[in-house]
């Protein structure tokens, strides 16, 4: 019987931990506004060539599972 409460602290502390990180993620995430003007010409902050690549691959491997379904 000992096992079941810490079972339930357990559940609560990872429900509680979950719920805070969705609070902050919800008031930390930048508008549509935000995402639509952020670009290297206006903020002056260049993309990271990582960024550049995982958007290539994100639409290569985007582009081959759409064509091996239709096919």
């Known amino acids: 019987m000992k096992k079941e409460p810490r079972r339930l602290k357990k559940l609560v502390l990872t ?20 995402y639509l003007k952020f670009n290297e010409a206006e903020t002056g902050i260049p993309i990271p060539e990582s960024v550049r690549i995982a958007e290539a691959n994100f639409f290569f491997f985007h582009y081959m599972l759409l064509h091996q379904r239709t096919q």
């Open 15 to 34: 429900f509680s931990v979950l719920l805070l990180f969705l609070v902050f993620a919800v008031l930390t995430n930048p508008t549509k506004d935000d």
